[in-house]
T-cell receptor, first 114, second 113 residues
């Protein structure tokens, strides 16, 4: 059973607001990821981290930023939300299992920007 | 970027039928993973494959790592209502980079009782 948590699960917010999506895992995994997914569509990697103080941009360009100050915590921030940011955001982590390729996902945050 | 071509995109079957879906690429992969996603939830890892030709089962699910390393297959036997959802393949290779995955477009499975 994967122990990775995301809050909030649902968020409706107005344009221009700053938001932070929280992601925490209790598995001691060193690698963490953020994906963006439109409903029923494929997942696109937007950020990843291989450890504390390590962050990289993913394959899909995103206006969001991330930080990794603690191993278990990988928050994602949007400084000024826009309707184009409306999507589902999924956080994942991986450890040593399968050479670090077995990623375990949180339940997601569904973001709607009005 | 790389693409994984997953098919079929959707399936409508009767309860009790067997299901087959596959994922193909023009690139060689080192790892193939299969996930299931229920509505409003994150994907759940079903099966992980690490060697060409490997055949792995998880209950009624069986997945295979293609011998060319460019494809993978997932079979579900005797489908039941809780099998409904979207199934995603995911792969890792040197192009994608270590510990990074590329995902297929998903196969949406619907079961008629």
């Amino acid at each position: 059973e994967a122990d990775i948590y995301q809050t909030p699960r649902y968020l409706v917010i107005g344009t221009g607001k700053k938001i932070t999506l929280e992601c925490s895992q209790t598995m001691g995994h060193d690698k963490m990821y953020w994906y963006q997914q439109d409903p029923g569509m494929e997942l696109h990697l937007i950020h990843y981290s291989y450890g504390v103080n390590s962050t990289e941009k993913g394959d899909l360009s995103s206006e969001s930023t991330v930080s990794r100050i603690r191993t278990e915590h990988f928050p994602l921030t949007l400084e000024s939300a826009r309707p184009s940011h409306t999507s589902q955001y999924l956080c994942a982590s991986s450890g040593v299992g399968g050479g670090g390729n077995e990623q375990y996902f949180g339940p997601g945050t569904r973001l709607t920007v009005t | 970027g790389q693409q994984l071509n997953q098919s079929p995109q959707s399936m409508f079957i009767q309860e009790g039928e067997d299901v087959s879906m596959n994922c193909t690429s023009s690139s060689i992969f080192n790892t193939w993973l299969w996930y299931k996603q229920d509505p409003g939830e994150g994907p759940v890892l079903l099966i992980a494959l690490y060697k060409a030709g490997e055949l792995t089962s998880n209950g009624r699910l069986t997945a295979q790592f293609g011998t060319t390393r460019k494809d993978s297959f997932l079979n579900i036997s005797a489908s039941i209502p809780s099998d409904v959802g979207i199934y995603f393949c995911a792969g890792q290779n040197w192009i994608q980079g270590a510990q990074k995955l590329v995902f297929g477009q998903g196969t949406r499975l619907t079961i008629n009782p």
